[in-house]
């Protein structure tokens, strides 16, 4: 619970770059192997060979243990595992021979005819594409990672390793398991869809992944080149993801249910919809409910594609030489008045943990749970998320979700209904919260022209749901004005099918919007409040409620 999706500003992208690192048997990352021309190639000049292998990594498991509230990286328990649908290519020099695709158990073979100097390399890049994903180094020029190892014998059968780099203290000189552990996860979860099956329609968005050791959680700068990428995170933006990747503050990239949790956010920003306005969230928080489902949704969707019910993010302690971890179980059921399950006190469709549990048994059908029959599968879910939530004209909330799961064929409504009231979420009949009283109440009938007064409460940071109000109405003309006045900084936001269509994000209590509309369309007006804050990445909340006035007109 870390990423700040939505919020995270553009990188600024750099010219790519090669690494070379003479005489070495594997590089680390870039786009060429270690060149070294004036060497006698281990291979006959001129004759075709034929070279063949398997490509793996050291894979270490993230551990985390609800019971204890502990975890770490297990380095003790690492294990080889293949790295599949990866480009391979075979240098001579600084000249591409030939390429080859890994399979699925990270076999690869290829021919290819040497010349008559140049040492020779094969080289296995953290690339795939079916579907397009690119582990790159941010703080290198982008360079795409890869690992490399040199062609010393005519024989025909040569492996490759990526590996962890600990050293039982600490890390050595090379991490490079690292990128291929991200790609591993990532293309996981798009085998998970793909073999459902469903059509998905990756080719279309290609993923760039970005990490780097450098990586690191700075809390005052966003520099991605210089690897200050505040957290994990997906940026929508550019487009990409980026890792943190520095030990001794923080390291994600064994983290499967992190990756995923990230990688749900580029399949929502691309195949789906995401109407969520970021921003820092955890345990606890009572969210503006596009926030608790856009990363109740991400969770859930990890743990899902995983086949994993164990969430762990694992961190490094102060003292830099040991690894913790924190996490939960999506299918132990919260219960505020249980201290042993204090990650969920405000259950309902406003926190992240309800959404993520709710999501996942409406998924899995329960394990000796009497509330929960739906086992709706990943069809639907899938179905949903690229259909009626993509095209809600309401904002995405688990109740644009849940409206939209109800339509699937085959889908029990009343087994919706019984997982959801588990959670404190009522029984949502429309993408507008129908059913839930609370949820329901944010979104707000307004006629035009018209006037009222909204409650907000500046003890809350702008992404949680006290500081947030929807009004939703009907263009009537082909132009809408929609001013409000608060003592304190508030903004205005409209949305066309989740489409922004207008704003002013302006410091101030006076925001106005002026825009065309279409007569007969329906819009949604987000008002959101800030108290006194001096942006809105570093809110500091003023006491209290206040009182926001808002007004829509058709001139």
């Known amino acids: ?65 609800p019971a204890s509230g502990t975890g ?9 595992r293949p790295v599949r649908n990866a480009a391979v290519e075979i240098w001579q020099c600084t000249t591409v021979l030939e390429t080859a695709t890994t399979g699925e ?38 360079a ?33 398991a690292a990128p291929f552990a991200i790609l591993d996860s990532m293309y996981t ?15 279309t968005f290609p993923l760039r992944v970005n990490w780097s050791p450098k990586n690191y959680p ?22 990409q993801i980026y890792i943190l990747g520095k030990d001794g503050t923080d390291t994600d990239e064994f983290d499967r249910e992190v990756i995923v949790h990230e990688w749900g956010h580029y399949f929502e920003d691309n195949l789906s919809r995401s109407d969520s306005p970021g921003g820092p969230h955890g ?80 998924y899995d059908g329960g394990t000796n749970e009497n509330y929960d029959t739906s086992a709706v599968g990943l069809g639907p879910i899938y179905d949903t998320l690229v259909g009626p939530e993509r095209t809600t004209p309401a904002l995405t909330t688990v109740a644009s979700f849940v409206a939209g799961l109800k339509a699937q064929a085959g889908v029990n409504a009343a087994a919706v209904n019984a997982v959801l009231a588990h959670y404190s979420i009522g029984a949502i009949t429309t993408p507008w919260g129908d059913g839930d009283t609370p949820l329901r109440a944010m979104f707000l009938d307004v006629p035009v022209p018209s006037s009222s007064t909204a409650t907000l409460n500046g003890n809350f940071n702008p992404n949680e749901q006290p500081q947030n109000r929807y009004y939703v109405f009907t263009a009537p003309f082909t132009r809408a004005t929609v001013t409000a006045s608060a003592s304190y900084d508030v903004d ?36 959101t409040g800030y108290g006194s804050v001096s942006s809105p990445q570093t809110p500091v909340p003023s006491p209290g409620t206040y009182s926001a006035g808002i007004s829509f007109s058709s001139p």
């Not at 070379?20 to 060149?35: E, I």
């Not at 025909?156 to 990526?162: E, F, I, K, W, Y």
């Not at 700075?218 to 933006?237: C, K, M």
């Not at 019910?309 to 040991?322: E, H, K």
């Open 1 to 65: 619970m870390k990423d700040l999706h939505g919020r995270a500003p553009r990188p600024a992208l750099l010219p790519a770059a090669l690494l070379a690192l003479a005489g070495a048997a594997a590089c680390s990352s870039g786009s060429a192997p270690p060149a070294d021309c004036d060497a006698a190639p281990a291979l006959p000049a001129g004759q075709a060979f034929t070279l063949g292998g398997k490509v793996e990594y050291q894979f270490v498991p993230a551990t985390y243990s």
């Open 72 to 80: 770490t990286l297990l380095f003790s328990a690492a294990e080889r």
């Open 105 to 142: 158990t990270g076999q690869y073979s290829v021919t290819f005819t040497p010349g008559s100097t140049g040492r020779l390399f094969v080289h296995a890049l953290a690339k795939t594409a079916s579907p397009p994903i690119q582990v790159e180094d941010n703080t290198d020029g982008d």
């Open 144 to 176: 795409v990672w890869a690992v490399g190892q040199a062609i010393e014998s005519a024989s025909p059968t040569l492996d490759v390793l990526a590996t962890h780099g600990w050293t039982g203290s600490g890390y050595g000189p090379s991490r490079i």
């Open 189 to 203: 979860a798009s085998r998970r869809l793909l073999d459902i099956p469903r059509a998905v329609p990756f080719g």
């Open 218 to 239: 700075s809390s005052t700068q966003y520099n991605p080149s210089l690897g200050q990428i505040v957290t994990s995170h997906y940026d929508p933006d550019s487009g």
């Open 283 to 362: 345990f606890g928080d009572v969210l503006d409910p596009r926030l608790a489902f856009g990363e109740g949704y991400a969770s859930a969707f990890a743990a899902i594609l995983l086949d994993d019910p164990i969430y762990a993010d694992t961190y490094w302690y102060p003292n830099l030489s040991l690894i913790g971890a924190f996490g939960w179980n999506v299918e132990t059921a919260p219960s505020p008045a249980d201290s042993s399950y204090p990650d969920d006190p405000s259950p309902g469709p406003f926190s992240e943990m309800s959404v993520i549990r709710a999501l996942y048994d409406l």
């Open 492 to 527: 205005l936001e409209a949305y066309l099918d989740g489409s922004l269509v207008a704003y002013d994000w302006g410091a101030d209590g006076t925001p106005a919007l002026s825009f065309f509309t279409a007569p007969g369309s329906v819009y949604v007006v987000v008002l």
